[in-house]
Structures are given as C-alpha cells and as structure tokens.
C-alpha cells in the first residue's frame, strides 16, 4: 500500500501544466506570511488625523487612520514598502494561478471522480481569492479604495429585496460612514482564513487520492516542489522590488466626492467592470421599487452564473454520460473491457483533443471572458483607433454573444481534425522525411511508430 501511495505521489510533475497548483498554493503562503507583518502596522479605523508624514505634498490633509497607517507602513517603516507591494502581486499571482489551474483541470477531466472535490475547492478558492482581492484594495483608505467603495455600494443597493438594509449592515447610516473599513478588515481576514482551510483539505485529497497523468507521460523522479516554492516566493520577491503597485501616496486619500481618470481595477475584476460597461442601462420600476439590471446583472447575475456553472459542470456530464448509459461517444454499445478499463484509467487524463465539446465549452467560455476583459478598456480602445466609445460598446455588446459561439464551432472542429490526424499517424505511423529505394527501384518514406498517446485510441471521444 505504502509503494502504491509513493508510486502515484512520484507522479507530481510528470507534466508541465501541474505546476499553476504549486505556484497558487505558495502564492498564498506568502499571502499569509507578509499579511502578517502587514497586521502589525495597519490600523482599520475610518476615524480622521491629520497626515503629518515624511511625505510633503499631502502633509497637513485629513485622512482615515487606515491610509495614515498604510503610508506610515509605506515609507518610514524599513522593507514596509517592499512587503505591501509582494503582497499585492501574489494577490495577483494567486488569482491568476488558480484561474489557470481550473483551466488545466477542466480541459484535461482531471475535475472527475474522485477529484470532483478537488474542483469544488479550486472554483471556491477562485470566488474566495477575488473577494480577498477587492476587500484588501479597499483597506489602505486611499482614492481608489474610495473607488471600490463607490462601486460595492451601487452592487449592494441593486440586490432586489434585502439591498438596501445590506447597505446600512456594511456602511452605518452614511456614506462612506466610518464602519466599512473595519468591516472590510474583518471579512478579509475571515476570508484568508477560509482560504486556508480550504488550501489544506486540498492537499489532504491529493495525498488520499494521488496525482492524474497524462497515458504517455513519464513518472517524475523527484518531487519539483522545494523547486516551485523557491521559483514563486523568488519571483514575487523580484515583482515586489521592481514593479510599483498601488502607490497610494500618488492618489491621495479617499473622498467620497472624487475619483481618479485613471483608476483600473486588478485584472481578476476586470471582466465585471467591462460588464458593468456594455450593460445597457435597462432599469424596472415595479410599486416603489426600483430594479436596477444595469448592475445588478453585471456584477451579481453573470457571476453568480458562471461560479454555478463552473461548480455544475462535473455533476451535469455524468448526468449526461449516465444518460447515454452503456453507449459510448459514438452510440455504440460499449463491451464490458472498455467499461472495465475506462475505470481503471480514472488517473489518466483527457488530451483535450479527445474530448471536442468540453474543449469548445472551455474555449468558448475564455472568448466570453476575454470580451468581458477587453471591454472594460472600452474608452482606451475607442481613442486609440479614433472610434467613439458608443461605437465599441455596441461592438462588445454583439461581440460577447456571438464570439463564444464562433469559438466554440471552431475549437471542436479543430479538435475533430487533430483526432484524424492521430489516427492516421496511429495507423501508417509518423512521416520521417527519410526516403529510402528498393531494390526494384521504388521509393519510400521511412516512417516510425507514434508515440504511446497517439497509438492509444481516445476514450472519452465526442465529449
Ligand atoms: C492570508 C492572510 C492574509 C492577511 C493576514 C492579510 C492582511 C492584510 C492586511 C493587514 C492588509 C492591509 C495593508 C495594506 O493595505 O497595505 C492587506 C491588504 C491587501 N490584501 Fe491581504 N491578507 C491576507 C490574505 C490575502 C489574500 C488571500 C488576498 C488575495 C488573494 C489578499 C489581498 C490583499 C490586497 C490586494 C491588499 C491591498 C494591498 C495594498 O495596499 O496595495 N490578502 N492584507
């Protein structure tokens, strides 16, 4: 038991793309460890003081004690710049590398049984990171905090109902009030706590159930861990020192009234802002009430939807595949050995290839979110190619209904074709370039084997 459990950990890195989870996973590690040091300087109070700091140009202003104390941890507390800035990109970094291991999951099936947890940890790490994310840039109190503010207020209000009693539970009576940065302190401190917790029952299920492979990929001979955990603690280190982010002192304290031309979101937000954007400004009055879906359906539908469905996904294809029962890709009856073997190759992954309309799902769902992104750069793209903004809404708004679909019809036919081509290599073999002539004066092309995963026919094929 004991070699069977040291044979499929040996497996970690037997692929490239198993590295996007180390790279999350020591991301958050050193989350937790600058968050720390953070603590002990930041101060989550809205309560004013006069800034009388080394930096000149807003010595003398009234601002929170939040941004006071996020300044002072800035520039006269020694490396304090350093860890607020590694903190920031390995809030990036982790969003970034969790979205790219859900992507890698999805395309290869590794989100089956038994790792259908697995999946659910990583889609909830995923809603968890961005709420990090946008609770963390609201604390240090300065004008794009305010911003953030500003736009969390208008999200809460639009939520039907319950909208504007959540209101006064985060913000008191007023606007900005001086209750939401403590509020916001807490839940992202609750949150990280969560993310933990779920951190470790994910490596808990990976030792229980061991790593998924590809048929033809090699079993690694060491564990490339020590190595990925230097590589991101190193690399986020390298971002932190040379690439500034988040100078607050440049953007002045939070004013309810102001906010800054410039002000962009971290880029895991940036596909709700570009919804937010090509959202026509539909509105409903129904009795007293006012149903906002220019925001509401932006900021709560669309995620709401596309986290569900991301969650869904596993349960909803073996509902499928059970429906289709004993029937293979292809309506035929599958025998017993294929069943037999397919179980047995739980831990063997799909080549995405192999499986056409969940790789044209996943391409289609990337379009969908690419738009999304693209379009909160709207204003950008309209100067830059001397455009008008309406122009390039009304591009976005068609562009994010029909592009998914082209993607999609694309993407399966590409991987229809590259599963010809494997089988005609997996017949005649592969094409060497080496021409050879016979003794009776023909000529030849040499031709080898294929490689194990072209010979082994796709099991999963059509899905
Ligand atoms: C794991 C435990 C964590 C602790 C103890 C912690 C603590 C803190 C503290 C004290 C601040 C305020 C200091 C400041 O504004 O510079 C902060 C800011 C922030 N946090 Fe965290 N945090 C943790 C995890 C996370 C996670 C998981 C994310 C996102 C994935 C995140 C993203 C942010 C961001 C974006 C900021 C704003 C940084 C800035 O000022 O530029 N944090 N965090």
């Not at 606007?175 to 992202?188: A, L």
């Not at 073996?318 to 309506?331: K, N, P």
């Not at 309209?382 to 122009?391: G, S």
Request: aromatic residues 10%; contains cysteine; glycine residues 8%.
């Amino acid at each position: 038991m004991r070699s069977l459990l040291a044979k499929r950990r040996s497996f970690q890195f037997s692929h490239w793309s198993f590295m996007f989870a180390e790279i999350a996973v020591w991301s958050f590690v050193v989350l937790a460890v600058t968050g720390a040091v953070l603590m002990v300087f930041y101060n989550p109070s809205m309560s004013q003081v006069t800034y009388d700091g080394s930096y000149g140009p807003l010595r003398g202003l009234f601002v929170s004690k939040a941004f006071d104390s996020t300044m002072h941890l800035s520039l006269e507390v020694r490396g304090g710049l350093l860890i607020r800035q590694v903190h920031h990109w390995a809030a990036l970094v982790f969003v970034a590398a969790v979205v790219l291991q859900l992507l890698r999951m999805f395309l290869t099936g590794a989100f089956r049984r038994p790792r259908t947890g697995q999946w659910l940890i990583w889609v909830t790490l995923l809603a968890l990171g961005m709420a990090a994310g946008e609770s963390g840039n609201a604390l240090p109190d300065d004008m794009l905090s305010g911003g953030s503010l500003w736009l969390i207020m208008s999200v809460v209000q639009s939520i039907p109902v319950v909208g504007t009693w959540a209101l006064s539970l985060l913000f008191g009576p007023d606007f900005p009030g001086d209750r939401v940065i403590p509020v916001m302190y807490g839940g992202h401190l609750l949150i990280a706590v969560v993310m933990a917790a779920l951190l470790i029952a994910r490596e808990l299920l990976v030792r229980r159930h061991g790593h998924s492979r590809f048929i033809a990929s090699l079993p690694a001979r060491r564990s490339a861990r020590p190595t990925m955990a230097l590589a991101t603690i190193g690399m986020l280190i390298i971002l932190g020192f040379g690439f500034q982010i988040a100078p607050i002192w440049l953007y002045g304290p939070a004013k309810p009234t102001q906010i800054s031309a410039g002000s962009v979101p971290d880029w895991y937000m940036g596909f709700l802002d570009g919804a937010l954007r090509i959202m026509p400004g539909w509105e409903f009055t129904i009795g007293d009430y006012t149903l906002s879906l220019a925001v509401l359906v932006p900021t709560l539908v669309i995620p709401g939807v596309f986290f569900t469905a991301l969650a869904a996904y596993p349960m909803a294809e073996r509902f499928l595949v059970s429906r289709r029962g004993r029937r293979d890709a292809l309506g035929r009856p599958k025998t017993t050995s294929r069943m037999a073997r397919e179980t047995l190759a739980r831990d063997l992954l799909d080549r995405p290839r192999e499986t056409p309309v969940k790789t044209a799902i996943a391409v289609a769902g990337v379009t969908f979110y690419g738009l999304l992104w693209a379009a909160a750069a709207n204003d950008q793209i309209a100067h830059q190619f001397h455009l008008t903004v309406d122009a390039v809404t009304i591009f976005f708004r068609f562009g994010v209904v029909v592009g998914p679909v082209i993607a999609f019809i694309i993407t399966r036919w590409i991987c229809l074709a590259l599963q010809q081509t494997d089988h005609h290599v997996a017949e005649h073999g592969v094409e060497t370039g080496i021409i050879t002539r016979s003794p009776d004066g023909g000529f030849h092309e040499r031709l080898t084997p294929a490689q194990q995963e072209r010979r082994e026919p796709a099991i999963t094929s059509g899905r």
